[in-house]
């Protein structure tokens, strides 16, 4: 019997690139433009897939979304540029439920979501994948900015080669099985590359302008989008200080985001920022900047590609990212029957429920994926008499905090 292994292709696939179906999944950007045209250059047969994700009358033809209007037939003409086969396929009725329905029934419980990643998670990883396998595809390549590549258990991500573009913190919650059928061809590459490489395709998309964050909010106001997918559920209520004073009155805690500063409405002595936000007791919670500092979260949903069981690594030093584009900062993971918990070293500002908390390898500088959950509380803010949070200390820090949770 033969002990050789089959011969991989540039995917980590067995066999020629002719006879391996991939499907890209096309925005109409210039990086899935260029992900499409590397791999039919390198003689995949490759096929594009864009999904109407929405279209409503203000985003038709604007500039900076994606999955709607133009950016459509950009990913078109890129197809018919390539020459290869392209489908649109219609999924505004999953995407309005799964992901912007979310979206606005996150806010309206005083919680800050990060949607893309739930579109990642409910759409593009999970009805896309699924598409393209019964395609008959082998892989399904994105134009994310992330490395992957095989490991000791399966497959593992990495941050990009480019910091400035990585986009391994919207990937959290991709599973292992997802992984595998995965690949992310730009991972290794800068910005200025891809353009360079749309340049030299001869792609119409070269020089245009990144997507938005949120796709779906055209205006960049998120409160009117709130109000139109839930017309009325936006309640007014008190304007509480942290020590228990009613300082005012507000017209709906989606109006306000935690660690807000301007525009609270309200007139004091003191800078006021905005501590907490109560659904249930329709209550904006204010006080001074010290009480915005959290350092200890309490997780839900916790998606783990570490390569120990996520019981087993009960206080594992980790690396641990709140924002896209925040610092990586050292905490330690704990496992408990509440769920996991994450301790920060440093802490945090302005930590807010529905955010994520990613988990980064604290060893090679934090380039491995490790995982991460959807913040469900946090503790380290200053103690309120009236709300009766009691106080706390971080493990080994002595340090006195108090629960700001819903």
């Given at each position: 019997m033969s002990s050789l292994k089959p011969m991989l292709n540039s995917l980590h696939l067995s066999g020629r690139p002719a006879d391996t179906r991939v499907v890209v999944?096309?925005?109409?950007?210039?990086?899935?433009?260029?992900?499409?045209?590397?791999?039919?250059?390198?003689?995949?047969?490759?096929?594009?897939?864009?999904?109407?994700?929405?279209?409503?009358?203000?985003?038709?033809?604007?500039k900076g979304s994606c999955c709607a209007g133009q950016d459509i037939q950009d990913a078109r003409g890129v197809a018919d540029r390539l020459n290869i086969p392209h489908y649109v396929l219609d999924y505004e009725a999953r995407?309005?439920?799964?992901?912007?329905?979310?979206?606005?029934?996150?806010?309206?419980?005083?919680?800050?979501?990060?949607?893309?990643?739930?579109?990642?998670?409910?759409?593009?990883?999970?009805?896309?994948?699924?598409?393209?396998?019964g395609l008959g595809a082998a892989a399904l390549a994105t134009g994310h900015y992330v490395r992957s590549r095989p490991g000791r258990d399966g497959w593992e991500l990495h941050r990009a080669a480019d910091k400035e573009r990585d986009q391994s913190y919207f990937l959290f919650a991709t599973t292992r099985e997802q992984l595998a059928f995965l690949r992310f061809p730009l991972g290794g590459r800068d910005k200025d590359e891809t353009r360079k490489l749309a340049r030299?395709?001869?792609?119409?998309?070269?020089?245009?302008?990144?997507?938005?964050?949120?796709?779906?909010?055209?205006?960049?106001?998120?409160?009117?989008?709130?109000?139109?997918?839930?017309?009325?559920?936006?309640?007014?209520?008190?304007i509480v200080h942290v020590d228990g004073r009613v300082l005012g009155r507000h017209g709906g805690i989606i109006n306000y985001t935690i660690g807000q500063r301007k525009g609270i409405g309200v007139a004091a002595q003191e800078p006021l920022y905005v501590l907490r936000l109560d659904a249930s007791r329709r209550e904006v919670v204010v006080g001074p900047r010290e009480c915005l500092r959290m350092r200890i979260l309490k997780l839900r949903?916790?998606?783990?590609?570490?390569?120990?069981?996520?019981?087993?690594?009960?206080?594992?030093?980790?690396?641990?990212?709140?924002?896209?584009?925040?610092?990586l900062q050292p905490a330690r993971l704990s496992c408990e029957e509440d769920g996991v918990t994450v301790e920060l070293a440093h802490g945090e500002d302005g930590v807010s429920p529905g955010q994520a908390c990613v988990f980064y390898a604290a060893s090679g500088g934090g380039e491995r994926l490790l995982g991460g959950g959807w913040i469900k509380s946090a503790a380290g803010g200053a103690w309120s008499a009236r709300d009766g949070f009691q106080a706390t200390a971080t493990s080994g820090a002595g340090e006195a905090l108090a629960a700001v949770s819903r």
């Amino acid at each position: 019997m033969s002990s050789l292994k089959p011969m991989l292709n540039s995917l980590h696939l067995s066999g020629r690139p002719a006879d391996t179906r991939v499907v890209v999944a096309m925005s109409g950007g210039v990086d899935s433009s260029v992900v499409a045209a590397l791999l039919k250059e390198e003689g995949y047969d490759v096929v594009g897939i864009t999904l109407q994700l929405y279209d409503h009358g203000e985003a038709v033809g604007r500039k900076g979304s994606c999955c709607a209007g133009q950016d459509i037939q950009d990913a078109r003409g890129v197809a018919d540029r390539l020459n290869i086969p392209h489908y649109v396929l219609d999924y505004e009725a999953r995407f309005a439920q799964a992901v912007m329905g979310a979206f606005a029934d996150s806010y309206l419980q005083g919680e800050t979501p990060v949607p893309c990643v739930a579109c990642n998670q409910k759409i593009k990883f999970h009805d896309l994948i699924e598409t393209a396998e019964g395609l008959g595809a082998a892989a399904l390549a994105t134009g994310h900015y992330v490395r992957s590549r095989p490991g000791r258990d399966g497959w593992e991500l990495h941050r990009a080669a480019d910091k400035e573009r990585d986009q391994s913190y919207f990937l959290f919650a991709t599973t292992r099985e997802q992984l595998a059928f995965l690949r992310f061809p730009l991972g290794g590459r800068d910005k200025d590359e891809t353009r360079k490489l749309a340049r030299d395709f001869g792609l119409a998309v070269a020089e245009k302008s990144d997507s938005q964050d949120i796709c779906f909010v055209p205006t960049g106001r998120y409160t009117q989008v709130i109000e139109r997918l839930r017309p009325g559920a936006a309640e007014a209520g008190n304007i509480v200080h942290v020590d228990g004073r009613v300082l005012g009155r507000h017209g709906g805690i989606i109006n306000y985001t935690i660690g807000q500063r301007k525009g609270i409405g309200v007139a004091a002595q003191e800078p006021l920022y905005v501590l907490r936000l109560d659904a249930s007791r329709r209550e904006v919670v204010v006080g001074p900047r010290e009480c915005l500092r959290m350092r200890i979260l309490k997780l839900r949903d916790v998606n783990w590609l570490g390569d120990e069981p996520l019981d087993a690594s009960a206080g594992a030093e980790i690396l641990a990212r709140i924002r896209s584009s925040g610092p990586l900062q050292p905490a330690r993971l704990s496992c408990e029957e509440d769920g996991v918990t994450v301790e920060l070293a440093h802490g945090e500002d302005g930590v807010s429920p529905g955010q994520a908390c990613v988990f980064y390898a604290a060893s090679g500088g934090g380039e491995r994926l490790l995982g991460g959950g959807w913040i469900k509380s946090a503790a380290g803010g200053a103690w309120s008499a009236r709300d009766g949070f009691q106080a706390t200390a971080t493990s080994g820090a002595g340090e006195a905090l108090a629960a700001v949770s819903r």
